[in-house]
């Protein structure tokens, strides 16, 4: 089985800041990869898929880049409303995956 | 208005059965995939197995395999995830969410409100 590791596990940051969050697969998984946003106490929100395409309504700060094992999701300027769990999740075969989480706080 | 329903919070007793349910809106329904993602207190997503409500072709992560069953009526629009002897382990958030069919496009653009199991003697 894959497995999806994200790093780190948790940050704080700053308002303004530019913040990234990795997920590396154990095996290529080419661009199947999406990033989920998860805000304290709601539901689960698709921000990327196929690796970098931003989904509809989704602010432009947030992006995605990478392939094959080694991905990435950046904020290029941390706002409070961004206080959340971030998820990555490959879908290259019928075992989905999602990573374990990384906690995102305001410094 | 496109949107998935899940069925209210359960309180349950060990051993005892349960079947908890999604239903889609405002779409095809038998066009995308239906998932359960189990998420137990404070912890990450697990995806836990998918439908393809067209046909009923199920298949599961090999962690809940056996465990819990995963089955839809079309013809109401509905999913189902159903345990016949639940533990208190079972305690969890329950979500259903979507994805469409073609295999580029397994990702989860539409989510339902969760389903809040709670197992306790």
């Known amino acids: 089985d894959i497995q999806m590791t994200q790093s780190p596990s948790s940050l704080s940051a700053s308002v303004g800041d530019r913040v990234t969050i990795t997920c590396r697969a154990s095996q290529g998984i080419s661009n199947y990869l999406a990033w989920y946003q998860q805000k304290p106490g709601k539901v689960p929100k698709l921000l990327i898929y196929?690796?970098?395409t931003l989904q509809s309504g989704v602010p432009s700060r947030f992006s995605g880049s990478g392939s094959g094992t080694d991905f990435t999701l950046t904020i290029s300027s941390l706002q409070p409303e961004d206080v959340a769990t971030y998820y990555c999740q490959k879908y290259n075969s019928a075992l989905l995956t999602f990573g374990q989480g990384t906690r995102l706080e305001i410094k | 208005e496109v949107q998935l329903v899940q069925s209210g919070a359960e309180v349950k007793k060990p051993g005892e059965s349960l079947r908890i349910s999604c239903k889609g809106s405002g779409y095809s329904f038998t066009s995308y995939w239906i998932s359960w993602v189990r998420q137990m207190p404070g912890k990450g997503l697990e995806w836990m197995g998918r439908?393809?409500?067209?046909?009923?072709?199920?298949n599961y992560s090999p962690s809940f395999q056996g465990h819990v069953t995963i089955s839809a009526d079309k013809s109401i629009s509905t999913a189902y995830l159903q345990w016949s002897s639940l533990k208190a382990s079972d305690t969890a958030m329950y979500y259903c969410?979507?994805?469409?069919?073609?295999?580029?496009?397994?990702?989860?653009?539409?989510w339902g409100r969760g389903t809040l199991v709670t197992v306790s003697s």
């Open positions: 196929a690796a970098s």
């Open positions: 439908i393809d409500p067209s046909d009923s072709y199920t």
């Open positions: 969410a979507r994805q469409e069919l073609g295999p580029d496009y397994w990702y989860f653009d539409l």
